[in-house]
């Protein structure tokens, strides 16, 4: 087990402006008010894996998700920059297990252009209609161009026009830095699960079990089968005490679903960083201290540094108290904004404890 990263310091992002988490656990909870800057710093997170890419970005863009008002990639990329600063510059800086530092920029610079409206249709992934001899119309638009750069040596050149729904979101299987995963508040109700690594290990399978029986305790079995319609995608069954005929996990409600999702993603992070936003989000109270003492214990065991955001009083306390074995690996850093300046306060597991129970502190 090793801290992937021991410090991430964010020298500008969005609202953040020269905030460092530093002392970095296996275990890490972010809580603080809304707008604090918790979703965002697990947003920056998930470039470590591929930021030299375009598409490593998207998810700050904030454009993919069901909460997203447009997908003008070109606005979500605007509103990554800083307001307040006139140089258009995101950069952070992390320093590794081995104490070697790395520095992520990504810089824009924006003007007025004009294109072609076939090439408008073609970056949109269009076709236009029309007789193949029809006139181009010249389009006004303006342009971003982005510049990557790791420790000051350019990597990446790319271009995102004002028009655009539609960008490249190739991203090299090889990891540049540390593998992410990331699991939104609503990933639960849409997200294709992947059980498969879980299914072939005995050990994590019969976990995943006794998991699922807090949900229903009828249940015995859980199978992997190749949709008849669509091949490419698996539909995983639970067969139960209680009905003669095996049963959709989709069928089943949103606290399973969510349940399912956390497994999965702990296993596809393996020699990695997780990134949970709103990590209690659909699980009842009455499930969360034996899922979060799982999905703890097996980050662990696979290799996981584990970063998760929280409003939830109730939730934050069942994590430090979950398994007293983990609380050495848990760290509590609570998010503050004052007179436009992010602050950020640091405890230990039971540094919290202490401060909750005898002091009476708000860790939120």
């Known amino acids: 087990m090793e801290k992937h990263i021991q410090k991430f310091t964010i020298h500008a992002y969005k609202g953040i402006q020269n905030l460092t988490l530093d002392h970095l656990n296996l275990i890490n909870i972010l809580t603080g008010d809304n707008n604090s800057g918790k979703t965002s710093i697990l ?9 030299q890419y375009t598409g490593a970005w998207s998810l700050c863009t904030r454009t993919d998700n069901s909460r997203a008002r447009n997908r003008l990639y070109f606005n979500g990329f605007y509103n990554m920059f800083p307001i307040d600063n006139e140089e258009k510059e995101i950069s952070y800086t992390y320093v590794n297990a081995n104490d070697i530092t790395n520095t992520v920029t ?17 970056l949109n992934g269009l076709l236009r209609m029309g007789s193949a001899k029809q006139e181009d119309e010249i389009i006004d638009t303006l342009c971003m161009q982005l510049y990557t750069y790791i420790n000051g040596q350019k990597v990446n050149e790319d271009t995102i026009y004002d028009f655009q729904t539609n960008i490249s979101k190739f991203v090299n299987k090889k990891t540049k830095f540390f593998r992410t995963a990331y ?32 949900f229903d305790e009828s249940i015995t079995n859980i199978n992997a089968l190749k949709n008849d319609n669509s091949p490419f995608i698996t539909e995983y069954m639970v067969l139960t ?5 095996a049963l959709p996990l989709t069928s089943y409600g949103d606290g399973m679903k969510k349940a399912m999702l956390l497994l999965s993603a702990v296993v596809s992070a393996h020699d990695g960083i997780l ?32 970063f998760l955001t929280s409003h939830s009083k109730e939730a934050i306390e069942k994590v430090l108290h979950c398994n007293t074995e983990l609380q050495s690996y848990i760290n509590l850093y609570t998010l503050y904004n004052f007179e436009v300046k992010n602050y950020i306060r640091m405890m230990t597991c039971q540094e919290a404890i202490n401060a909750k129970d005898t002091l009476g502190l708000e860790l939120r």
């Open 241 to 245: 005490k209680n009905h003669p005929k």
């Open 43 to 51: 947003e920056l997170l998930s470039t470590i894996n591929n930021p």
């Open 106 to 122: 990504l810089a824009a610079e924006i003007e007025e252009t004009q294109i072609l409206e076939r090439d408008m249709y073609r």
């Open 275 to 306: 990134l949970l936003d709103e990590f209690e989000t659909a699980i009842h109270t009455s499930a969360m201290d034996s899922i979060f003492s799982w999905l703890l214990k097996s980050a662990l065991k696979l290799n996981v540094q584990i």
């Open 183 to 214: 699991v939104s508040p609503i990933d639960h109700t849409s997200s294709a699960l992947n059980l498969n690594s879980i299914l072939s290990d005995p050990e994590l399978y019969e976990e995943m079990l006794s998991i699922l029986q807090i």
